[in-house]
């Protein structure tokens, strides 16, 4: 049976990564459990404990090497390679994902898609606009694995559906999805109201 890994240790090994990256820059070749936990704010032994679930990256009493570790990370994330998405709504969020950097986290946006006519054909920031209607056979041709929602609510669940009929294997969602998708995949929400109401009961907790 494949070992259940705890949600919040993947969303941990994301951050690593990210202080990962940021220590490589300084120069370090070598890193310290406790190093990465300080520059993480969380303890050392958490740091041990979820590296563990994947197995032994240091050597004990020296480190990891964090070109190693940042590797075995990114294989671990999936990310070892690129993974091509398509982007349903170019309104401002869509508009703002095609101007952000995601080929230097392992995702590339190979295509858009909108209903307005004045966005057909076009192309932002060299990704090209197709009509949702276009959406099925894109994905194939293209072979995308990963489609964006940025829809309004009403139009979330057709789109959704249109993704992953076209062969999409997972899907992120600004918009909420209520009904069932037509095929089970992995579906993730970005929802900021909800990180903010979070952040809000930390605030009033500590007061």
């Known amino acids: 049976m494949r070992k259940r890994i705890p949600e919040a240790t993947i969303r941990r090994l994301t951050h690593y990564l990210r202080c ?3 220590i490589k820059e300084t120069g370090a070749e070598i890193l310290q ?3 990465l936990a300080t520059f993480c ?3 050392d032994s958490l740091v041990r404990r979820d590296l563990s679930y994947f197995g032994e990256f240091g050597t004990k009493g020296v480190g990891y090497s964090i070109s190693e570790l940042e590797k075995h990370i ?3 994330l999936g990310i070892d390679r690129t993974k091509k998405v398509g982007l349903a709504g170019v309104g401002n969020i869509g508009r703002a994902l095609l101007n952000f950097p995601l080929l230097k986290n392992g995702f590339s946006i190979e295509a858009a898609f909108d209903i307005r006519d004045e966005l057909i054909g076009k192309k932002i920031n060299g990704v090209m606009v197709y009509h949702e209607n276009d959406m099925i056979k894109v994905f194939k041709e293209k072979q995308l694995e990963m489609g964006i929602i940025a829809v309004p609510q009403q139009a979330a669940l057709d789109v959704a559906n249109k993704m992953i009929e076209g062969g999409a294997k997972g899907l992120l969602s600004f918009a909420l999805i209520q009904c069932p998708l037509k095929k089970k995949v992995p579906l993730r929400y970005i929802e900021i109201a909800a990180e903010l109401e979070i952040l809000s ?4 907790k500590e007061e």
């Open 41 to 43: 704010s969380i303890s």
């Open 201 to 204: 009961y930390e605030i009033e």
């Open 74 to 76: 990114k294989k671990i």
């Open 20 to 22: 990962i990256e940021f």
């Open 33 to 35: 459990s406790r190093d």
